[in-house]
């Protein structure tokens, strides 16, 4: 239905160091072997003291035990700055989160990263309650762009496609599936996803969802449905005047940031 794979793809895999991305790898490294695809593994250091350089570590080690290459690549290399860095001088000027900051920049650097590689899929680790978060947020923020971005099947023109594999599995069986495996994962967690706005999305559909068992499942369906029905399509009608990638402005969001850092 989500057409996510070609038999000759070479796939991206963002590995975090969170639970969700080691069991996508384990996962879709030993499915690959079938077939004549290739997967690549790809970590960044945001330069956050006591957390970055952990991450990178484990990372590696998901990397290894699923015998897939991996690349590691800095904020201050492909920026010029580390995100606490950056997130100090931009935050307020810009009325972003460092989140928020650090999720333009690292979708960004994943694209980078895939065009160096040649990846025909980047295939990201969000599960059920990630994708209905993001999708509540879209909504938030009037972002229909967003919405819709979340569904691969919907928005193919977008090169090189970003697939879900988890979309439709809930955090809880993850988690399960991620202890069952014994794979590593980061135990420290990122000073800036306290004030976030998705931390107060995550805790809302936690209460519904506990309180009302598979919301999850009716709120993704119906996000979908509507996503399928919005006129607007993601698709870049003109590049970044600056750095030359796909924008829906002149000045992409990316360079926007770095021209106040």
């Excluded at 330069?47 to 590696?60: M, Q, T």
């Excluded at 650097?109 to 160096?116: G, H, N, S, V």
């Excluded at 119906?222 to 590049?239: D, E, L, M, N």
Aim: some cysteine; proline content about 5%.
């Amino acid at each position: 239905m989500f057409k996510m794979f070609d038999p000759t793809d070479r796939i991206l895999i963002p590995i975090s160091g969170g639970k969700d991305s080691a069991v996508l790898a384990y996962f879709l490294s030993r499915i690959e072997r079938r077939f004549p695809s290739q997967v690549f593994g790809v970590v960044f250091d945001e330069g956050i003291p006591g957390l970055s350089n952990y991450k990178v570590d484990v990372a590696k080690k998901v990397a290894s035990i699923c015998n897939i290459s991996i690349k590691c690549v800095s904020y201050a290399e492909l920026f010029g700055e580390t995100l606490p860095t950056i997130a100090s001088r931009v935050s307020e000027k810009l009325n972003l989160s460092a989140c928020s900051i650090c999720s333009i920049l690292r979708r960004r650097a994943i694209d980078i990263i895939a065009k160096e590689l040649s990846i025909d899929k980047i295939a990201i680790a969000h599960n059920l309650n990630d994708v209905v978060e993001t999708a509540l947020l879209a909504f938030l923020r009037g972002d229909e762009f967003n919405l819709v971005r979340l569904f691969s099947d919907i928005c193919e023109e977008i090169r090189p496609r970003r697939v879900r594999p988890l979309m439709l599995i809930p955090e809880q069986e993850t988690a399960l599936a991620h202890h069952i495996l014994n794979l590593p994962r980061l135990l420290v967690e990122c000073p800036f996803s306290s004030r976030s706005m998705r931390r107060r999305v995550k805790r809302f559909l936690y209460i519904i969802d506990t309180e009302h068992p598979g919301s999850l499942y009716s709120i993704f369906w119906s996000i979908y449905r509507t996503a399928k029905q919005i006129s607007i399509r993601p698709s870049y009608k003109t590049t970044c005047k600056n750095c030359g990638f796909p924008s829906r402005k002149p000045l992409c969001q990316v360079c926007e940031i770095l021209t106040l850092v």
